[in-house]
């Protein structure tokens, strides 16, 4: 896992790095070598660069990217921003050596009006407050970076948006930036939907920095990444059979929403299960039939029914109605099973205010909507979250909470960002393949957390190796389905060599 960090604690592993040997120009060195080669990488550059600094570490980076810019043919002009304090150390050095360059334009400016521009043709890199904000924007530096923000049509951010706080609090006004390269770690600011048009496009590069592993070990957010997700994949006994593959029963209700509980299902066939069952009313059960024969459908449940099932899976296809709310209250009092809770599920669990009845392990999977019915409204991203960690806590449960970023939280506090996925997964049907996914997974043996990290991961995986090898507009429920055993593939390689 990546541990996410706020402002102070990025700053100490910086300090801590030092304290083993590196110096800071050596990490000067290899932050701006990181960058140009992600930004070359991720687009055209044009021969025109600019390069605005401020005057902390950030802005010493800045310097040495117009340096090395320059050395490989690029025309560079560096701007250094006229309202700070007095510049010291590196970034006094480095401000030195542009001044000497014949081949650098330097230019000392109070106004974005003092830059000379040079047309369209041209990318701003943003090396001017970097990431020791940790109070919004006021006065002349709010005004200055709006007004770049607008001078310019392609912005770069060098580690962070000038003016965006890498805090749990929410940016009003930043530096509008197509992308950003973070250096080690992602900013706790980047998952917030309220930071995309600052942020843009994100990406982040190792330079070697080297935490406290004692600190590293108390963290409490993370990301997920490929080798992690690797790593949780459990390969299957040469000897074994559907019986130990985990019997799982979806649950529905007369809702006329048959479709969701057959791509839960489906995904749940796909990812692994040895029993998949149905319990539907007699109408649903013949479009079930004829869409899954691989599934058992159960009309009326036997007495042992509940008792021999290993996963009970209620929310897609349940609807809102008297059978369903007692169809809810009858899954949450069963204790043999792992409980999936999903889309009306939670509807009606919030409408009922059952959720101090919701059995501890269990897994919940809303989208923002339904998470806000079950444990109240939320200001904002990091408020929103807050409340998800003490959630998972105090109930004791599991909380996949949908977005683009998901998150899923543990009952001990802990936060899992999942990065993989795109905008064609906002359809509907893709929410009920996650469940049916994760669902399998339980049932097979994976612990509630490893089958919450895995199955997410895996779910957006899948929809970008679809969308690499089409389009992200046709990703579609059925497309991420028939695309999990390349997913799966693609992670495995990961161990192979």
Known sequence: MTPLYKNTEIQKIDQNTIRLGTTSSELIYRASKKFIQWLINITYVPENVHVICGAGNNGADGYKVGLLMANMG????VFTVDL??????????LQKQIFERIDIFHQLIRSPNDIAFQGDNVILIDALLG?????????????????????????????????????????????????????????????AAEHEIFVGHWHYVSIGLISNSEKSDNADTFLLNKRDISDLIQPRNQFAHKGLMGRVLFMMSDSGMTGAVILAAKACINMGAGYTMILSSKFASQIIISSLPEVINVREPSPDLFSSIDVLSIGPGLGISERSTEQVKL??????????????ALN??????????????SILTPHIKEFEKLFGVCEGHFDRIRLQRKSSVSLGVYIVLKGRYTSISDPKGNIYYNKSGNPGLAKGGTGDVLTGMITALVAQGYAPLSACQLGVFLHGHAADLYARDFHELTVGPLNVISYFGVALQNIIKLNEN
């Open 84 to 93: 700070f304090a007095s510049r010291s150390g590196e970034n006094a050095l």
């Open 331 to 344: 899954s949450l009092g069963i204790e043999s099973a792992c409980l999936v809770l999903d889309a009306d």
């Open 74 to 77: 690029y025309r560079v002009s």
């Open 348 to 361: 009606i669990i919030a409408l009922n205010n059952l959720q101090n009845s919701i059995p501890k392990e």
């Open 131 to 191: 990431n020791g904000i940790n109070r919004p924007l006021t006065g002349n530096i709010d005004q200055f970076v709006t007004q770049i923000s607008n001078k310019y049509v392609r912005i770069y951010g060098l580690d962070v948006p000038s003016g965006l706080m890498n805090s749990e609090h929410i940016t009003a006004n930043a530096m509008k930036c197509v992308a950003t390269c973070a250096f080690e770690y992602p900013k706790l600011a980047f998952f």
